[in-house]
């Protein structure tokens, strides 16, 4: 191992925060592997641990140390919370809370950029015969001309099996490109399994910490016989940086399947529900990729004793619910000058008597060419025998507005799978209400078109599901941004 970092916590492998004990534990192993190495590289290493160890074991030089470390990595991220109130009532029951989280590039900086190491994966199978598989190859002409010249492009297609396309090559090292994308033709049945596991190998060729690696799966079907497969590929390939996006094309594919399949790297799951409009989209999402600020973005879940968290919810760069692990909740990417916007709901434990508490948020993130950066912001929330009526921010209330659109639309869908017809009727009639609320006449029509047919068989499209689902999805976001872009 070779240390180029400059920063101490990153050399020992700990965190800002560790302990005395923590530190010499650090230093301990450190020294231990260097002595069984042996050579020249890991004496050098072993001076740079030992430097590292005397400074931060050393309290009056950590001090120090910190304050100039301050100084040369200033926040690189900026974050703003709103709150749905800075007050809470003296009460005997638990009071929720909501926070609006905007984390966003210092002066819209979006710092050191790396090229994009790109896989589109193409679904070849009978079903994509015609102007689907027309349209997908007319998008991945024009995507070769918007790469830039460090990049590296790979196409693969499959059906029951993969065939490689354009290998790993950096953009303009490929014979003949655009007659290779026009020589795939439709055939056998699908096997997504077969696709990604070959455009995987295909990002592998470079060395992946020297790039934004994004896959993108590009299917109308559901796949036979190797959904966990997938699964499991899906979850490895997160862990080794490669961001995983699908897009659903028409009505038959599986929703649930593509949504859990970009889960772990935090990729976008996409409706297409058109072919025409293949070139936009998948335009759309690769141009905020090749202009990352910061990767894998995570929030630390280390909350108060009296600080429930009941749900969280990221809205931009694309929306979808967000999930814990390892006492982290992974928030994904900040693209280019948009922000990560989320949403969080808390719970208040109940407080007898007057006081104030803090909230620490802290936040983890990888910036590239200045490694990973922890930042916190700390949130006072001031509990009153008779707080003051404040009407929350109105950008907070529309963002639980449409939580709760989203969160409506979820629950039609359970009590169709549970086969409370009835009760999901009933609440796709008022998720109309709601879309007509926000001016999206054409989600709140479909939204009656499928209660009608609730009501009478007992079913529902498969493009309605698909269409109010991501509909849903893309509401927020663009709502949510287009609120930041008029702010700015």
């Not at 079903?127 to 995507?143: F, P, Y």
């Not at 104030?356 to 990973?372: D, K, N, S």
């Not at 700390?378 to 907070?396: E, F, R």
């Not at 409370?420 to 009933?426: E, W």
Request: charge should be negative; aromatic fraction near 6%; glycine fraction near 6%.
């Amino acid at each position: 191992m070779s240390y180029k970092q400059s920063d101490y916590y990153q050399i020992l492998g700990i965190q800002r925060d560790a302990s005395a004990g923590e530190i010499e534990e650090a230093f301990e192993r450190l020294q231990a592997r260097s002595e069984e190495e042996q050579n020249e590289a890991a004496e050098a290493d072993s001076s740079i641990v030992l430097h590292a160890y005397e400074v931060l074991s050393n309290s009056e030089r950590r001090n120090l140390y910190d304050s100039l470390l301050a100084e040369t990595q200033a926040p690189h991220l900026t974050t703003d919370v709103k709150l749905s109130s800075p007050h809470i009532t003296v009460l005997d029951i638990p009071q929720i809370l909501y926070l609006l989280v905007e984390l966003r590039s210092q002066d819209n900086n979006i710092g050191a950029t790396l090229p994009l190491n790109l896989c589109i994966v193409l679904d070849r199978s009978s079903s994509m015969r015609g102007e689907r598989l027309d349209q997908v190859k007319n998008a991945l002409q024009m995507l070769l001309d918007k790469l830039s010249p460090g990049d590296v492009i790979s196409v693969v297609s499959f059906s029951d099996r993969a065939e490689i396309v354009l290998p790993s090559r950096p953009v303009g090292q490929h014979q003949e490109p655009i007659a290779k994308i026009q020589g795939i033709q439709a055939t056998g049945g699908t096997e997504i399994f077969q696709g990604l596991s070959a455009g995987v190998q295909q990002m592998r060729s470079v060395v992946l910490n020297d790039y934004y690696n994004h896959l993108v799966l590009l299917t109308d079907g559901h796949t036979y016989g190797d959904a966990e497969q997938c699964l499991h590929l899906a979850a490895k390939v997160a862990e080794e940086g490669i961001v995983l996006n699908a897009f659903g094309i028409g009505a038959d594919w599986d929703d649930q399947f593509l949504d859990a399949l970009v889960a772990p790297s935090n990729g976008l799951a996409q409706y297409i529900d058109a072919p025409q409009t293949i070139v936009a989209s998948l335009g759309t999402r690769l141009k905020s990729v090749g202009a990352t600020f910061a990767r894998h973005v995570r929030l630390r879940e280390k909350w108060p004793r009296w600080v429930t968290l009941l749900d969280s919810f990221r809205l931009t760069p694309f929306a979808k619910p967000l999930t814990s692990e390892d006492g982290y909740i992974e928030l994904g990417d900040i693209e280019g000058r948009a922000p990560l916007i989320l949403l969080l709901e808390l719970s208040i434990a109940p407080h007898p008597i007057e006081t104030r508490i803090r909230i620490p948020l802290t936040f983890v993130a990888e910036i590239p060419g200045q490694g990973e950066q922890t930042f916190e912001e700390q949130i006072q929330i001031t509990i009153l025998a008779k707080a003051p009526m404040i009407d929350p921010p109105p950008d907070l209330v529309r963002a639980v507005r449409l939580l709760t659109l989203y969160r409506l639309n979820e629950k039609v869908w359970q009590e169709v799978e549970l086969g409370q017809l009835d009760n999901a009727a009933m609440r796709m009639h008022h998720l109309s209400t709601r879309f007509l609320e926000v001016g999206e006449s054409s989600l709140a029509n479909q939204a009656n078109v499928e209660a009608r047919r609730l009501s009478r068989s007992g079913t529902l499209s498969p493009e309605g599901r698909k269409r109010l689902k991501y509909g849903t999805r893309t509401l927020m976001r663009e709502t949510i941004q287009l609120e930041w872009d008029d702010s700015v």
